[in-house]
């Protein structure tokens, strides 16, 4: 069971013919296919519950590095007069250097946050766009079964209906034979 099943293997998937239509399939054989389609949909189901959580982490990263950046923004104002106060002291070439510092700081900052708003929002269209594919997927292969199990119902039917013609013309057959042997039975009997 290492390998996971594809919407082809379920399609694709043939069990032996039983030599008896009483007796079905192979119920060791079924019930071994059934248990990798369960072990699949598990890997799948916990597949999808991962990149869940990761989304949930992308978008919890998002808010926090908003709500940073929101408080970022507030604190410039009040740098900014400082910083033009240091700027009019001697040492004004150190003030113009911290208030650089905060600028690149601050793009620094809104690179990571449009960054991480890019990413989550990339992650959030990727989880959707898989999550309708496994949907469509599921739909596909829930059709194409029971498509395939009404046609062979159908088939099944129609073999079921031609065996009882053919037994009602045997037994009639068979009725009409056995009384034509009567008849010559007693007619010998007759003549003796």
């Excluded at 290492?2 to 039983?18: C, G, I, S, W, Y």
Aim: charged share 35%; hydrophobic share 35%; no cysteine.
């Amino acid at each position: 069971m290492a390998q996971l099943l594809t919407e082809t293997d379920v399609v694709n998937m043939r069990f032996k013919e039983p030599q008896r239509v009483e007796e079905g399939y192979d119920q060791d054989e079924v019930d071994f296919f059934l248990d990798e389609v369960a072990y699949s949909i598990t890997k799948y189901r916990e597949e999808n519950e991962k990149l869940k959580a990761e989304l949930q982490a992308a978008q919890a990263r998002v808010t926090e590095l908003e709500n940073n950046g929101a408080q970022a923004e507030a604190a410039p104002a009040t740098d900014a007069t400082s910083t033009a106060a240091l700027a009019s002291t001697p040492g004004g070439n150190e003030a113009q250097s911290a208030a650089g510092m905060l600028s690149l700081a601050q793009r620094l900052h809104d690179e990571y946050v449009a960054n991480g708003k890019a990413e989550s929002e990339r992650i959030v269209s990727e989880a959707e766009a898989e999550k309708t594919r496994i949907i469509t997927e599921a739909e596909e292969v829930h059709n194409r079964t029971l498509t395939k199990l009404e046609e062979e119902r159908s088939v099944l039917e129609r073999k079921i209906a031609e065996l009882r013609e053919f037994e009602r013309d045997y037994r009639t057959r068979l009725k009409s034979y056995l009384e034509s042997l009567l008849a010559n039975v007693d007619s010998k009997s007759e003549q003796k």
